[in-house]
Each structure stands twice: as C-alpha cells, then as structure tokens.
C-alpha cells in the first residue's frame, strides 16, 4: 500500500470556500488561508449545538502497535457521510515535536486522513506559534518586571513561567537565563517546555469566547511575591497584549477529509500533561454545522476521555451520545504479553490476556454512563476465529462492536460502523453523564476516585511538594476546581513499564500545580517530561522536499 503522504498527494481537494458552503458557512464567515484552509469565525448558536450528535473517539492503553485513533476518527466521519449523515470531525492540530522526533504526524492514515495533511502537520494557519509568542512574551515581560524591580519590595519571590517551543529539545528542559552582566537581565534557573504543555495551549482550548479567553488569561498565576502573596497576568497588565496575539489563531480551522467532508482542526494539548482534546470553539463548530460531530481525546481513556468528559464537558455543556473504544488485535496481544515480534501471527491466549485491558476502558466509559462501541482496526493478517471471539466478549460486557477498515478503504471501509453508530444513537442512547468526581470534593477525594474508578487502583499517596501545594490550593480556592491527572499514557498506573490490566496498585503524586487560567488543579504522577527528547533516529532524518513536494511525512 502506498505512504500517507503518497495518497495525499494523489487526492483531489476541493476549495475551502465550497467545503465550507457544503456545510452551511457562509463565504463571509470564512477568512481563506490558501485554497484548502480557513479560519471560520461564527457566532454559536446553542440550539442547533444541542440537536446534534456528539460522538467521542478513544482508545485502549497505547503501546508500540498502536491503535489508529485519529484515523478511525477521519474514517467514522466519512462513513457517516457515505450512508446521508452530515457528519463532521473535529481533531487536534499536530506538534512539530512529535511530528520531527518519534511519533510522527496525526492527521489520520491511508484513505481516512485530513488534507493538505503536510500543511496541517507542519506549520498550518499558525496557531501552534501564536500561542508560542503569547507564552514566550508573558515569559519576558515577567522578567522585565523583575528587572525593574530589582532589590525592590514589589520584585517577585518565585517565578513560576517557563518559555515553550514547539520542538523536541532535551537540552533546554533546565536552563540559566539572564547570565553576562547586569545589562543582559537576572540570572535565574528556568528551562523550556514544549509549546503542547503550555498553560496557554490548555487555556485555548477550554476558552468558550475571547472574552473568556481573555478572563482566563488574566487568572494564569505567574507566580509570588515576597510577602507570598500570589502575583497574576491581571496584576502585570499584559492580559491584552497576549489576547491580540491570539485572536486571529483562536478561530477554528476548517479543512477536508480525503474523500471532501469538512473538518475541524484546532489547538493541541497533550493529553499526558495537559487535557488532550481540540478547542471547545472547534468542537462546537462540528455540531453547530454537523448533525454528527466526531471528536477524539488524546491516548487511552483514561487519560483523554477522561479529562474529556469530567473537564471539558464539563467547560463547555456538552456531552457525548456515545463512545467509540478504538483497538486492534496487535495491540491487544502486546497487552497480553505476546513477542512484538509474533503479534501478527494468530495467538488466542495472548488476545484472550490483552482482552483485560480493554475490559477495564470498557468498564470504566459504562461508568460515565456511556454507550460503548468497540471498533477494531482490521489488517489482513487478522484471523477469523480471533475476531470472532472479540466481538462475542464485547457482546458479553455489554458493548458495540464494529470492524474498521478506513485505512485501506476510506469511508467505505467505515459503513459498518457508522451504521452501528446511529443505530445506537437512534435506539440506545447514552444515559446522562456521570461525572467520576463532584467538584465540591477535597482534591484528595477527587484524585482517589479517578485512581479507584478509572484506573483501578487501590490507593494514592502525596508526595512532599504536593502536599506543600495543597495550602496553597486551599488558600486560593483551587480545592473546587477540576483534576488533571499528569501522568504516562502506557499504564494504568504511574509506571510506564506496567502495560494491560495491573491490579491493587498505589498512584503516588509528586506535585500538585495550580493551572488557575485553565481552572484545574494538575496532579502529577511520576516522571513526566514536559520537554520531550528526540529519539536515536528522529523522524526529521526522512523529511526531504522532492520537485517541490514532501516527503517522508506520516
């Protein structure tokens, strides 16, 4: 089968003007970024938000095999289309980071991407530097402030801001600034993170308007002053000077699906560290011109779809009709402790094993009182028997099942199971959400029932900066704001080495971070790097320009 970006650049686009009018924005509406992107700026419209089909995409415990997400995502959508839905998807924009180091880009694949995806995974309509600027200026006009205040009572005890860049670059995570003579600033330690981890980028994403951007900018804590007292954007003054530099990027941006369907692209959080779903504006858009709207959350569920459901749902009044829980047989045998080696070959008890973890993400979704439809991404190694057996478990647990082939087919290859989601919709839809927390709990109750609940754990412990933390977040009313768990994407618990289904384990949280723009509290579990390293043979290493065109990107 041909590359990714072979069968982009074989794929015929249509004008972002007419992808747009297919869905009713009208051409005022719409500021043209080229001949297949635009920003759109609209006006929501609650009534038509709340009549569509909000569908959720996640996925078991990510592992080297992968799950095809963001490819099942493109490819839903279009099956949808196939069978006379007006559906549209609305996906996070890529990180540069993964794009040139070890992950690659996330526009989808084969037959079920998102186009131009070589535009969509490099630089875009801009926003991913946009909200690097808006950070990286904050960050100087910090330090200016301490400059100018030097020696003075008004100067800050502790700086909190950290500069972002949208690379993966292991040397800037811990830095000295400020070094040779006075005249070039404070020395200070301060390091970078990348631009996905910024507060920034979680704060463009929850923010409902730019006047709620606005609000959320001012309330980023920056950090404290001497007589410990906490020191804000509002107090420094510069809420509107970062707010021009992200109005243009906060409109989303439509583009198309391979076969012509409009989608949504915008903002990128991770979902590791951050909250791991694409802006509230964008999501929004997808149902206010969608009758079904797709969207997927960062890694497996209980990262992603959970900060989805109890953060963003809760941000932004909406709530998903239904779950669908992306996997694969591969991905399942590696859960099951099968070779990498041997994961295409047949091996019942290796599936049989692996099955426990998609038992649990089932388990966990039903919790929420989701509907959940199990879409497996076949290959053409997949043996009968193997998914024979998988779609009688799920029949058993009391979930949908569904085959995907939207890699090699495109939305034909999605009919399946885009008529297995509206026959859900239709006949067996979701109950309200349950939310795994009420915000009026302690953090501690918070923290333990997504441990107990999601993951199923058994216990949590705090380490001694959480538990210094926690003053503080009582002090400023923290205590009753949402929980963003930060932790690895590979395990249940906080040990990336612990894959499939561990049991009786206890999370240990290192620290506890005020996010006060975003308005959650994140825990952090374990060793998590907000600066990524590139790998031993990054992706950059195979990214060339041909006659003119990429290559090389997936």
Known sequence: ?????????????????KIAASIGISEEMIDQYGKYKAKVDYTFDEAKIAKSNLILVTATTPNKSGSGKTTTSVALAQGLNKIGKKAIVALREPSLGPCFGMKGGAA?????????????????????HAITSANNT????????????????????????????????????????????????????????????????????????????????????????FEDKPF??????????????????????????????????????FANIAHGCNSIVATKAAMQFGDYAITEAGFGSDLGAEKFLNIKCRAAGISPKATVLVTTTQSLKLHGKVDEKLIKQPNMDGLKAGMKNMERHIESLQNFGQTVIVALNKFHFDVAEELAYIEDWCKQKGAEFAMNEGFAKGGDGAVDLAKKVVEIIENKPSKPLQHTYDLEDTVEEKITKIVTKVYKGSSITFGQKAKTAM??????????????????????????GLPGSPENFNINIDNLIITSGAGFVVAVAGEIMRMPGLPKDPAAMHIDVVNGEITGLS
């Open 108 to 128: 989808g694949g084969g037959y079920s991407q998102v186009l131009p995806m070589e535009d969509i995974n490099l630089h875009f309509t801009g926003d991913f």
């Open 471 to 496: 003053k503080k977040i009582k002090e400023l009313g923290a205590d009753k704001w949402p929980i963003c768990i930060a932790k690895t994407q590979f395990s249940f618990t906080d040990n990336a």
């Open 232 to 269: 804000y954007v509002r107090d420094l003054g510069v809420a509107g000077s970062m707010v021009a530099l992200l109005k243009e990027a906060f409109k989303p941006n439509l583009v198309q699906t391979i076969e012509g369907g409009a989608a949504f692209i915008h903002g990128g959080p």
């Open 1 to 17: 089968m041909k590359s990714d970006i072979e069968i982009a650049h074989e794929a015929t686009l249509q004008r972002i003007d």
């Open 138 to 225: 904050l960050a100087a006009l910090v330090d200016n402030y301490q400059y100018f205040n030097k020696g003075k009572a008004t100067a800050l005890k502790q700086i909190l801001w950290r500069r972002v860049l949208d690379v993966n670059d292991r040397s800037l995570r811990f830095i000295v600034s400020g070094l040779n003579g006075s005249t070039n600033g404070i020395p200070a330690e301060t390091g970078f993170d990348i631009t996905p981890a910024s507060e920034i980028m979680a704060i463009f994403c929850l923010a409902t308007s730019l006047d709620d951007l606005r609000k959320r900018i001012e309330n980023i804590l920056v950090g404290y002053t």
